[in-house]
């Protein structure tokens, strides 16, 4: 188990690949589900100005 660990000397770069993937992975993720909601926030103020006749 600790040869899988060490990855043969070179763990650090390793496993801070797979850290930093991780890391970037959650972030897209996040950043994607904010401009969501401020799309779906625009698109609901659009059709609350159509609805009420505002142009």
């Known amino acids: 188990m600790m040869d899988f660990l060490s990855q043969g000397g070179y763990a650090f770069f390793v496993w801070g690949a ?19 909601r401020t799309i779906l926030a625009r698109l609901g103020r659009l059709i609350r ?6 142009r």
């Open 18 to 36: 797979y850290g930093m993937t991780l890391v970037l992975l959650v972030a897209e993720i996040l950043q994607l589900r904010s401009r969501r």
């Open 49 to 54: 100005m159509r609805e009420s006749g505002v």
